[in-house]
């Protein structure tokens, strides 16, 4: 959504090629000519294809209009640090320091509220922790317009 996406299509919410093409067509009939529409990893799809072409092809084969994907990959996880980046680096790099001179291992940094602190592995690893519907940015999003795919 930072991105100005205008359809998010997350694995956990599922997505329809027809709502994704009429709300692009939307989109033009009121003068918008184009629409940024963000793939998820995760996203499933018929075939060994990938996600974002298949995606692609199929909203260009429905509403006849060119589409263009663009992987961003590293690019845009990376990116300029921020001044709230930079301390929020400093302070989960000294306190992962501070675990290591306690010999304290098995832990990772986290935040919580606005402290720094710590979880054992344990509580945290091989879960997920998944985009429900009612999620505030899903719901806030949806109410600025933004397709979540269904």
Do not use: W
């Amino acid at each position: 959504m930072a991105g100005g996406a205008d359809v998010i299509l997350l694995p956990e919410l599922g997505y329809s090629i027809g709502k994704i093409s009429k709300v692009i067509k939307e989109r033009v009939r009121k003068g918008k000519p184009y629409s940024i529409i963000v793939v998820a990893e995760g996203i499933e799809v018929p075939g060994k294809k990938k996600a974002a072409d298949y995606i692609a092809r199929m909203v260009e084969s429905v509403t006849g209009m060119e589409v263009r994907e663009t992987v961003l990959g590293y690019t845009q996880r990376g990116g300029n640090p921020s001044p709230f980046d930079r301390n929020l680096a400093t302070r989960l790099g000294g306190h992962a320091t501070q675990l290591i001179a306690e010999r304290n291992f098995g832990r990772m940094v986290c935040i919580r509220g606005d402290k720094v602190s710590s979880l054992p592995f344990s509580e945290v690893a091989g879960k997920l922790k998944l985009v429900t519907p009612d999620n505030e940015l899903v719901v806030q999003g949806k109410r600025m317009g933004v397709c979540f795919g269904k």
